[in-house]
C-alpha cells in the first residue's frame, strides 16, 4: 500500500475513532442524565404523602426559620424536605395573631399573620368541588382548592417553585374578627346565619362577601416568601389582552417565539425553558389567567419563574384550553428532565401521584374526580404536542439538555 493510501486510510479510521467515541460519551452522558431522572422520580414518589405533624425532629429552629432557608434562586424548597410535614403543619394550627386586607389584586383575600411572625396568604372557598365555572377559562372567582392541587403538582412535576400551600379552617368569628384591622372588619357582614367579609381588591364587592358555613370558612393558606428576597414582576410574553375582538401577537403570529427569542432575558439563559415549563403547569391545572409573572428582583433573567397564584385554575374539567401551550407548540423546545418527567406520569401515574400527594391535606378531598381525570388525558395532549415539534425539527432541536446546578449559598 503506497504511503498516500496509507495516511488516507489512517485519518479515515481516526474520524471514525473521534466520532465513535464522541457518540459514546454522549450516549453514556444521556444515559447517565436518564438515570438520575429516574431516580428522582422514584425518590418523589417514595416522599408523596406528606403527615402534618408538629415535630421538628431535625433541627432546633422555627418551622418558619427552615422554611425561610429552603428558598434560593432555583426553588422555593428542596427535593429532600424531611420538615415539610412539620412547616405545613404550623401553617393550618398556628394562633391567628393579625388579620388584615388581602396584597393589592383581583380577587378575595386576606393577609393573615401566624403566631411567630409568618405572614401567610387566606384564600376562602367560594365553589363546591364539583362546581363547574362556565365561560372564558379564566373567569370565575378565585379557586382556593387549585391553590392546594397546583402545590402538590409543582412537587410531582420536580419544579419546586410554587410556594408552600395547604387547606386551614378558620373560625371568622373567634380567630379572625378579634385580630382584624378596621380595614378587614369594615367588610364583614351576616348572611343569614353565616359570617361572610368581603375583602378589598379590584373586583371585591359587597354584594358577593365570600360565607362560611356558620363561624367556619374553608380555605387555603400560601406561605409569604421571605422579605430578603423580594420579588419582580414581569409581563408574560405569552400573556392575553383580556379584550374582546383584540388579540396579541402572539394569537396570530406564527414566528412570534423567533421574536422572544430576540429579547432579554428570553435570549439567555433559563428563562424561556422556565416559561415552557410553566406553559404545561398551567395547561395541565386549566389556568388561562397567567398574565404577569415574578422571580426574585435583579436576578437578569437567572432565577426561576416562580409560581405563585395558581387559583383561576381546576375550573371546568370538560375545558380543556390548547391555547395554554402556545409557549411549547410555537417555540418547539423543553427541557429533557421536564420531558422524562413527563413520560413517567403517563398511564394513570399522574392522576394516581396527585390523589396521593393531597390526601393528608385538611380540606380533603381536594379536587373532584373529573378534575384528576382531566389531569391525564391533558397528559397525553402535551406529549402528542412534543411529539409533533420531534417529527417536525427532530429530537436534537426539541430536546433540551439543561440540568443547571441548584445553588444553596
Known sequence: MKLKQ?????????????????FLIDNLDTSAANREDQRAFQRMLAGLRVALDPRLEHTLQSPWEIAAQWVVPREVYPEDTPELGAVMHAMTTKKIIKADVGYKGTQLKALLILEGGQKVVFKPKRYAR???????????????????????LDRILGFRRAPLVVGRFVNLRTEIKPVATEQLLGTFMTVGNNTCFY???????????ACADGDMMEGSVTLWLPDVWPLQKHRHPWGRTYREGKLARW???????????????????????DIIDTAIFDYLIGNADRHHYESFQDDEGASMLILLDNAKSFGNPALDERSILAPLYQCCIIRVSTWNRLNYLKNGVLKSALKTAMSHDPISPVLSDPHLDALDQRLLSILATVKQCTDQFGPDVVLVEDRMTLSHL
Do not use: M, Q, W
Not at 496509507?6 to 464522541?22: G, N, Q, S, Y
Not at 364539583?130 to 402538590?152: K, L, M, Q, S, T
Open 6 to 22: 496509507r495516511v488516507v486510510l489512517l485519518a479515515i479510521l481516526l474520524v471514525i475513532f473521534i466520532f465513535t467515541k464522541v
Open 130 to 152: 364539583d362546581y363547574i365555572v362556565e365561560g372564558e377559562p379564566y373567569a370565575g372567582y378565585d379557586r382556593h382548592n387549585a391553590e392546594v392541587a397546583a402545590f402538590h
Open 199 to 209: 375583602g378589598k381588591c379590584y373586583y371585591c364587592r359587597e354584594t358577593e362577601p
Open 251 to 273: 394569537e396570530y403570529d406564527e414566528s412570534y417565539c423567533d421574536a422572544v427569542k430576540k429579547t432579554s432575558p428570553y435570549d439567555s439563559g433559563p428563562r424561556l425553558l
